[in-house]
């Protein structure tokens, strides 16, 4: 991985960190988008620190604002002049409904949305990479997602797992879609389920009987290391050189939900949320 530069969201705690300290162990040029400052910093210095790797840059980043993602990719586009992975993988869970600033549920922008607002916009510097990975980290919820078109924010029946299991389809979705659009560029496009990982998701941001049994549950879940092991697989090896269009799990590809593959479904949900992020049709893609 020397040479390459490498993007990955949500990179100050969990499955993100690792990926990143892995990233930065095979000599990559790491850009962490991290939403605190305070934590994005304490993962920087202890990634410098245990790979000796300096080229790890900090970009504080909040995915429920889009304000916040277009300072990130102008800084990125200020400073780079390629990208040779990007891997979407901050997420967030959340029991209680809210909207952000711009006005959508808080799962579908942070966990959807604003990756498919990063991913567009930054198309020009992965096309100028040589070989360029876009990673979008689902996860088993896609199996049992729906898009509820006509009610996104789920303000009428709003349920944390179904937002959930939502904005995981709709990664799943996205990905397809994109690898469809970019089929004749050097861009792959995979997505995956890092298994079931005790990460803060399930109880970082709820206060409920659920987040409850999550933190007693995340004992017995696998730990962050092994949890970014497939992310770092689609990142690096070159097992899945010319690969794209793929769900895996476990560094294996497999099926995901039916319903990922209706072309239909993903063309829709391209163009709700290409007018969402406020994104031009004429786009080059």
């Known amino acids: 991985m020397e040479g390459k530069i490498c993007i990955v969201t949500g990179a100050n705690t969990g499955i993100g960190k690792e990926t ?3 990233l930065a162990q ?3 040029e790491v850009i962490m988008l991290c939403r605190n400052m305070q934590k994005g910093v304490a993962a920087k210095e202890e990634i410098i620190n245990k790979t000796g790797n300096e080229n790890i840059h900090l970009i504080i980043t909040d995915l429920a604002s889009f ?3 277009h300072q990130a990719i ?3 586009k200020k400073n780079y002049k390629k990208i040779d992975v990007l891997i979407n993988n901050a997420g967030a869970y959340f029991t209680e409904f809210a909207l952000t600033e711009d006005g959508n549920e808080r799962q579908f922008q942070v966990n959807h949305l604003s990756g498919f607002l990063l991913t567009l916009s930054l198309l020009d510097l992965l096309k100028a990479a040589e070989a360029a990975r876009i990673i979008n980290v689902s ?6 997602g729906d898009i509820h078109f006509d009610d996104l924010n789920l303000t009428n029946s ?4 179904k937002a959930y299991r939502q904005s995981k ?3 799943v979705l996205f990905t397809y879609e994109l690898a469809r659009r970019l089929s004749d560029t050097n861009i792959t496009v995979n997505t995956l389920h890092p298994g079931v990982v005790g990460t803060q998701i399930g109880y970082a941001n709820n206060r409920t009987f659920h987040a409850l049994a999550w933190k007693i549950g995340s004992y017995f879940m696998i730990n962050s290391k092994d949890g970014a092991a497939t992310t770092l697989y689609l990142a690096t090896s070159e097992e899945v050189e010319g690969i794209t269009a793929k769900y895996f799990e476990k560094c294996k590809a497999k099926r995901s939900a039916e319903k990922s593959y209706d072309k239909e479904l993903a063309t829709k949900l391209w163009e709700v949320s290409e007018k969402i992020c406020g994104i031009k049709k004429e786009a080059d893609i």
């Open 67 to 69: 304000k916040s993602v």
């Open 20 to 22: 990143a300290l892995g």
């Open 139 to 144: 996860s088993i919820g896609n199996y049992k």
């Open 158 to 161: 709003y349920n944390g797992l």
């Open 74 to 76: 102008e800084t990125i």
């Open 169 to 171: 389809l709709s990664n």
């Open 26 to 28: 095979k000599g990559a």
